[in-house]
Each structure stands twice: as C-alpha cells, then as structure tokens.
C-alpha cells in the first residue's frame, strides 16, 4: 500500500528555517516524480516544488531560491528545506506522488502544518 | 504561465441532481494533462480523473470528465451526500515544469 507521511511542522518566526519530511512507503522514491503542494487557511491548492527521478528540480516563483527539495533515496524520503519564511508561507504542506505521462498527483499524504508568526 | 478559471466559485445542488464544474484555461492545454481533485474539510485532496477523462482507481462512474483545448468539464450525474466537497483542476504546463491549481469550486448541499 502506497503511503506518504509527512512531518516537520511547525510554529516558525518569520526570517526563520524549517525542514519538512515525507517519508514513502509501498513504493520507492527513486522511481517516482515527487512533488510539494501547499493550501494557505481557507485557500486554494498552490504546487510548490517537484523532484523528478533525474534529480532534477522545480520550484513555484514564490518560493524559488528560499526552499529547496531533495530526496534520500536510503531513507525513501522527500524533503522540502524552507529557508527565510514568511507569514505568507503559512498553510498545511503536502506531500505528493506523480504520475507518469499525465502529470498528475496520484498519492498524497495527510500534510503538515507551517505557520510563519511573530 | 497557464491560469485556470473555474466556475462557478460555489454550486449549490440537491442528492440525485446533476453537477457540472468548469475550468477553462488561460492558452491551449494538453488534454493528456488536465485533472481533477476532490478535497474534503480537514482531508488531502485526492485524484478523480487525469488525462481528461480517465477515472483514478476507485472512483465511481458517475464522476466524468471531458473537454479540450482550453475548455474542461467534470460531471457529477447523480450527486451522492459525500460528493459535497470543493473540486479543483489542475494542469501542467512546460517550459519551465509548471503544475497549476483553479481556484476550486465549491459544492454545497441545497
């Protein structure tokens, strides 16, 4: 059974850094494309990062050059590392697993909450 | 960057009815990466359709997608008490990897 748990959040000042993790199992990571999605209080979905099974890496405009994704393939395990966040990085992050040829986000886990506050 | 609009922001609909959801992009899409995800309150959302049309595993057939272009439909032919959530599409697009969410539509029991 597919599953992914995400964990790391959090009460963070803003200015502050964070580390969330999400941890698969039923499949490995390795194979997989990986991405974070996150849903500020009472919003919409907004895509964050994806991790694609070349290593290579994606990120929304919002958050380029603060967070950074990376994966343990040892540990099967995603990471999203957030640096300089600010209250408007403030939702519920998740974790989710790509489709191949459709794009999509097949597989999500239950997300860890953020909030950016002084 | 491709922006989706959905439509309406709210349906409000009765158990039995018939519900239809749009979402209409900003430039052409591939009809290979159009979805659709249902969330309900305090849940992660989870996949309907992909590709369009094609239902995820364990969805049940009265959930439909069709469309093309910059035009997509999700139909619901028969709305059961738990179909009452809010509905988003989503769509990628490249260069660069870009995956992007409407707004949502929200389904509310009349």
């Known amino acids: 059974e597919v599953q992914l748990v995400e964990s790391g959040g959090g009460l963070i000042q803003p200015g502050g850094s964070l580390r969330l993790s999400c941890v698969a199992s039923g499949f490995s990571v390795s194979f997989y494309y990986m991405g974070w999605v996150r849903q500020a209080p009472g919003k919409g979905l907004e895509w964050v990062s994806v991790?694609?099974?070349?290593?290579?890496?994606h990120y929304a405009d919002s958050v380029k050059g603060r967070f950074t994704v990376s994966r343990d393939n040892s540990k099967n395990t995603l990471y999203l590392q957030m640096n300089s966040l600010r209250a408007e990085d403030t939702a519920v992050y998740y974790c989710a697993r790509g489709r191949e040829n459709y794009c999509d986000f097949n597989y999500w886990g239950q997300g860890t909450r953020v909030t950016v506050s002084s | 960057e491709i922006v989706l609009t959905q439509s309406p922001g709210t349906l409000s609909l009765s158990p039995g009815e018939r519900a239809t959801l749009s979402c209409r992009a900003s430039q052409s899409v591939s009809s290979n990466y159009l979805a659709w995800y249902q969330q309900k309150t305090g849940q992660a959302p989870r996949v309907l359709i992909y590709?369009?049309?094609s239902r995820a595993t364990g969805i049940p057939d009265r959930f439909s997608g069709s469309g093309s272009g910059t035009d997509f439909t999700l139909t619901i032919s028969r709305l059961e008490p738990e179909d009452f959530a809010v509905y988003y599409c989503?769509?990628?697009?490249?260069?660069?990897?870009?995956?992007?969410f409407g707004q949502g539509t929200k389904l509310e029991i009349k």
């Open positions: 989503q769509v990628f697009g490249n260069p660069p990897p870009r995956y992007t």
């Open positions: 991790f694609y099974h070349d290593d290579e890496t």
């Open positions: 590709g369009t049309s």
